[in-house]
């Protein structure tokens, strides 16, 4: 058989004319092909002008590779409690040493990392004290919750290469969020052993940002606040406390449900909640609230989940009635590694939900029939932004 002759080549089998790339595509092209090259590696940082930003870019690159190292030592602290130990005051290597029960010489490894990472300081006399980030800890506690949390998924991406080809059946993270686990049929059966665990962290958690939330959160003409997935109840909790005129109404999986009721009874706010025990995926919202919040709800929820759940959302409000969604976002300035890094591998670890943007969510809460939608300004955005919609 011959080759078919140049003429006889069909205008479909000829290759496509690359296109023609833009002048930003020129530049970053040159530009990176400029920055790997080792020589000018090596020329910008001996030149002046350039040697800071070369020095601060070899920073951030070995910062990126020995961040898990920076991850455990801080895990360290938490379990040994020593941000606590030092609380009233600093102490000598060897004393903590002792306190610790860690050979000497380790405990200074450790003392030594912790201030290098600004946890600590070290004083003149060699003794080493709290800095802000390590009395911030203190005051925080549910980030120390989280960071004890983060060795399942730390296992989890022990192998990331593999969790990006192939979603496994199991993880350590889906099996301690059950919800994220179950078929939707089952989330009404979620046993009550296990939720203990992940709804105490909820708990631990949302306590630090329900109230960046409820600053932002215009609830003094609504008369009923409905918080779907509400866990333990803190944010209702927290809600109670500031508007006192607001009934309340709470959605989870049964067994979270009355751990929520047991919360409020103690609080004396019993009379003024109704905790309903059910799952938002396969059952009709119930009705009354002419507000709904979703809180750390959204992004753990694949679309297939969430388009339902608005739309569900919408139908059960009352004309004018309020939604509230807040959680991290993707692409929020200044912190985009904690929505595109963090919660990205997180949830795929999880095997659900995905970060999205505000303007994602902006366009579902539109699909699903809301009008005036608008982003809230919250305090810490990087741990909450806040976006509002009514039904028409």
């Known amino acids: 058989m011959t080759a078919p002759s140049p003429a006889a080549t069909t205008q479909s089998e000829l290759p496509a004319a690359p296109a023609r790339r833009s002048w930003r595509e020129r530049w970053l092209a040159f530009r990176n092909g400029t920055v790997a090259s080792p020589a000018f590696q090596r020329w910008a940082a001996g030149f002046p002008l350039t040697r800071g930003i070369a020095r601060r870019n070899t920073r951030a690159l070995f910062d990126l590779c020995a961040g898990f190292v920076y991850a455990q030592v801080l895990f360290a602290c938490v379990r040994l409690d020593l941000f606590r130990l030092l609380q009233p005051g600093p102490l000598a290597p060897d004393i903590v040493a002792r306190r610790l029960d860690l050979p000497p010489e380790r405990a200074l490894t450790l003392l030594k990392a912790a201030a290098s990472l600004d946890l600590l300081t070290r004083l ?12 911030a800890m ?12 983060h060795a399942m998924l730390y296992a989890d991406l022990a192998d990331p290469v593999a969790l990006l080809r192939q979603r496994p059946d199991r993880t350590r993270l889906s099996a301690y969020w059950p919800y994220a686990e179950a078929k939707a049929a089952d989330h009404a059966a979620v046993a009550p052993d296990s939720v203990a665990a992940y709804s105490g962290l909820m708990a631990a958690s949302q306590a630090m940002i329900a109230g960046d939330v409820l600053d932002a959160l215009p609830l003094s003409e609504r008369a009923c606040l409905m918080d779907i997935g509400g866990g333990e109840g803190v944010f209702l909790s927290e809600a109670a406390r500031r508007h006192p005129h607001l009934s309340l109404k709470l959605l989870d999986l049964p067994p979270v449900a009355e751990r929520a009721r047991a919360r409020f009874e103690s609080a004396g706010l019993g009379p003024r909640v109704t905790c309903h025990g059910g799952s938002f995926r396969d059952e009709a919202l119930p009705r009354g609230a002419d507000a709904i919040s979703l809180v750390r709800v959204v992004h753990d929820h694949d679309d297939a989940v ?11 409000l009352p004309p004018g009635g309020l939604v509230a969604i807040a959680e991290p976002m993707a692409g929020t300035p200044g912190a985009e590694p904690i929505g595109d890094a963090y919660f990205g ?4 670890a999880m095997g659900s939900g995905r970060p999205r943007e ?19 300004p919250t305090r810490r955005p990087l741990l909450a932004r806040l976006i509002t919609a009514k039904r028409g």
């Open 306 to 316: 969430i388009e339902p759940l608005l739309r569900a959302v919408h139908a059960a």
């Open 138 to 149: 203190i005051g925080n506690p549910s980030i120390s919750a989280m960071v004890e949390h």
């Open 358 to 376: 505000a303007a994602e969510l902006s366009a579902m809460l539109a699909s699903a029939g809301f009008t005036e939608i608008r982003e809230r």
């Open 345 to 348: 591998f997180y949830l795929m």
């Open 124 to 135: 003149p006399d060699g003794r080493f004290g709290l800095a802000d980030l390590g009395a």
